[in-house]
Nanobody, 123 residues
Framework: QVRLADSGGGLVQAGGSLRLSCAASGRNFGNYAMAWFRQTPGNEREFVAAISRFGGVTDYTNSVRGRFTISRDNARSTMYLQMDSLKPEDTAFYYC????????????????WGQGTQVTVSS
């Protein structure tokens, strides 16, 4: 079992930056593809970005491509989401997730989830 703890959210003005972290404990972090999802009240949790087990492949939803960067440090069992040029529409609760099956944009692929961290972007 993998336990995930995401952190780094906060309040930032539009155009600003934040870096989210997802610290993993438990079984070998490198066995899991990782991803970030986000959710706003009344909406489904949506895919933001994913990264392969060793970081060689990444995937982004169109709305964040070019502004967000997903990365991981397997030696530290930690994944990151660098968010630049933030927009008010990026406001959401952000969750990290881990999947044994491999990278995917589907929520159902992911076996473990962090508790979430709130990101609020003011205009």
């Amino acid at each position: 079992q993998v336990r995930l703890a995401d952190s780094g959210g906060g309040l930032v003005q539009a155009g600003g930056s934040l870096r989210l972290s997802c610290a993993a404990s438990g079984r070998n972090f490198g066995n899991y593809a990782m991803a970030w999802f986000r959710q706003t009240p009344g909406n489904e949790r949506e895919f933001v970005a994913a990264i392969s087990r060793f970081g060689g492949v990444t995937d982004y939803t169109n709305s964040v491509r070019g502004r967000f960067t997903i990365s991981r440090d397997n030696a530290r069992s930690t994944m990151y989401l660098q968010m630049d040029s933030l927009k008010p529409e990026d406001t959401a609760f952000y969750y990290c997730a881990a999947a044994q099956q491999g990278m995917s944009r589907a929520r159902t692929t992911y076996d473990y989830w962090g508790q979430g961290t709130q990101v609020t972007v003011s205009s």
